[in-house]
């Protein structure tokens, strides 16, 4: 059973910082291309960013670059989302996803989702 589970959601200020992370098990991340997704209500679910299955390539949403960074921890087998400057508009559940068709921005490509965490960003 493929499980992909969420943690490090919360309550901060408007220029904070939170790092994300996404433990994986009945799948290892090396062999997946990885993404994060976020969905605030009355909106649509959208992508936020992306990793190669070697972790050589990464791509973000223009919303987010520059302020967030995805990373893998092949030993702990483990995804990372880290969100710095928040802002208020970043308020949204986040989900990390794992795909066999590559990274890409539609949500559609990725088979395996978490159960996603919540991110609230107080101005």
């Known amino acids: 059973q493929v499980q992909l589970v969420e943690s490090g959601g919360g309550l901060v200020q408007a220029g904070g910082s939170l790092r994300l992370s996404c433990a994986a098990s009945?799948?290892?991340?090396?062999?997946?291309?990885t993404g994060w997704f976020r969905q605030a209500p009355g909106k649509e679910r959208e992508f936020v960013a992306g990793?190669?299955?070697?972790?050589?390539?990464?791509n973000s949403a223009d919303s987010v670059k520059g302020r967030f960074t995805i990373s893998r921890d092949v030993a702990k087998n483990t995804g990372y989302l880290q969100m710095n400057s928040l802002k208020p508009e970043d308020t949204a559940v986040y989900y990390c996803?794992?795909?066999?068709?590559?990274?890409?921005?539609?949500?559609?490509?990725?088979?395996?989702w978490g159960q996603g965490t919540q991110v609230t960003v107080s101005s």
């Open positions: 996803a794992a795909s066999w068709k590559g990274a890409g921005t539609r949500w559609t490509r990725y088979e395996y």
């Open positions: 990793i190669s299955w070697s972790g050589g390539s990464t």
């Open positions: 009945g799948l290892l991340f090396n062999n997946y291309a």
